[in-house]
């Protein structure tokens, strides 16, 4: 049990006097030194995780939560009965047939490689993602027949809006008797979509199934893929393995991949570097911790007559101990607390933070050619909060241990006859 008298001795150690403002300026520094490190640690850990979960929503959200190809020599499956027994399972929650190409869009003196995606209207409006990123108005449009849907930044470059004319170019191509030619028709912008990633809003254009599979030369009915989604996007390995285990047992060669496979290596990369700037981040903190084990050792220094003058009055051992341990601890928890609050108001108002900096300097903090997302995420997940505090206080009262412990051990016979 710590008593009143241990409080308020601790107390006045800590409220240094004017011939002790040394060791004061080094407990402050020990004090921001782990507030600095507790905030940047709780700023970094949110902003990579908010990176993370906005990366994997927009790409899981694009391309679905597993891509089923259908064997192309398949006589008992077709697109009409596999669609019947994959929304059969429990897990499934859509499923959305898709057909892909590369083609070129020409508009003026400009041009560019894209990548077209064609869903029905139907499918489209049922893809949360791709329809909150437009406009009742371009969606409306987009109904007319020969209109497709452009990334904002692909709108940007090619200096087009609403209502303009587009030329697309096949790589089919015609067959004429002088060989292949390229095939090109107009089509008209319905409006544009922001997904908030630069590789999608500024390469990817949407036009109706129809359209894109009579562009390209399809057959009637002919897709690429399907796309599945699941209630729970985590369990898409599981859920995956059950669709292939039920398609196989009506007829083998379909392939679906899960979407932890087809981004495997990014979600692993996101994760290694997470895990290694805490590491990295958390030697701010054990710094900081050594900075107050120097602190307190001088402190013990300075301290030795008093201490002497406790010990020949009845204080303890133990007493003294407790003493420093709750000097120690005061500046670790201090400064935790600081860096909690820092953290949080960092991380919860980054955005305004990023636009307000790239103002004051002049120049883009976060650009999305580079970084893939057009701003700064960030999402606090308050177990990693409370891991963070945890490991700075542990830190910080293990520092306090041996400094405390060469106080109770100060022998006041010696002290008192050199003092």
Same mark, same amino acid.
């Given at each position: ?144 027949? =020969? &209109?497709?849907? $452009?990334?904002? /930044? +692909?709108? !940007? ?9 587009? #030329? ?70 599981? =859920? &995956?393995?059950? $669709?292939?285990? /039920? +398609?196989? !047992? ?9 979407? #932890? ?78 860096? +909690? ?79």
């Amino acid at each position: 049990m710590i008593f009143s008298y241990e409080l308020w001795i601790a107390y006045r150690y800590l409220k240094a006097r004017r011939q002790e403002s040394f060791i004061s300026v080094v407990s402050w520094f020990s004090l921001i030194g782990i507030a600095i490190g507790v905030a940047t640690l709780i700023i970094v850990m949110s902003v990579m995780n908010g990176f993370r979960e906005e990366m994997l929503t927009r790409i899981i959200g694009f391309n679905g939560h597993a891509s089923l190809f259908i064997n192309e020599n398949a006589k008992q499956l077709n697109q009409s009965n596999i669609e019947e027994v994959v929304l059969d399972i429990e897990e499934v929650r859509d499923i959305i047939p898709v057909i892909e190409s590369t083609i070129m869009v020409s508009a003026g003196k400009k041009s560019k490689g894209v990548f077209a995606r064609g869903f029905s209207l139907k499918d489209f409006k049922r893809n949360e993602l791709l329809f909150n990123s437009i406009s009742s108005e371009t969606f409306k449009n987009f109904t007319y027949d =020969n &209109s497709i849907i $452009i990334g904002h /930044k +692909l709108s !940007n470059y090619l200096n087009l809006k609403a209502g303009n004319s587009i #030329t697309l170019i096949s790589p089919m191509g015609l067959s004429t008797p002088f060989g292949s030619a390229p095939l090109a028709k107009k089509f008209n912008i319905a409006g544009t979509f922001d997904l908030g990633m630069y590789e999608y809003d500024s390469s990817v254009l949407f036009m109706s199934i129809k359209n894109l599979r009579d562009f390209i030369g399809y057959k009637e009915n002919q897709i690429d893929h399907i796309e599945i989604f699941y209630n729970n996007p985590d369990n898409s390995e599981l =859920n &995956s393995y059950k $669709i292939k285990k /039920k +398609l196989d !047992n009506i007829e083998k060669g379909n392939i679906i991949i899960p979407w #932890t496979s087809r981004h495997k290596q990014l979600s692993s990369a996101l994760e290694v570097e997470r895990t290694v700037m805490f590491i990295i981040l958390t030697l701010i903190i054990i710094v900081a911790a050594f900075n107050i084990i120097s602190s307190m050792i001088m402190l013990v220094r300075d301290k030795e007559s008093s201490i002497s003058i406790l010990r020949t009055i009845g204080v303890t051992d133990k007493s003294i101990l407790k003493i420093f341990i709750i000097v120690g601890s005061a500046i670790g928890f201090i400064g935790t607390l600081l860096g +909690l609050i820092i953290g949080l108001l960092f991380s919860i108002n980054i955005e305004k933070i990023q636009k307000f900096l790239e103002v004051f300097t002049g120049t883009n903090l976060f650009s999305a050619e580079i970084y893939f997302l057009s701003n700064l995420p960030s999402k606090i997940i308050f177990s990693e909060v409370v891991y963070v505090i945890l490991v700075a206080f542990v830190l910080s009262f293990s520092a306090t241990i041996y400094p405390a412990w060469r106080a109770s051990k100060i022998d006041p016979i010696k002290v008192l006859r050199h003092a």
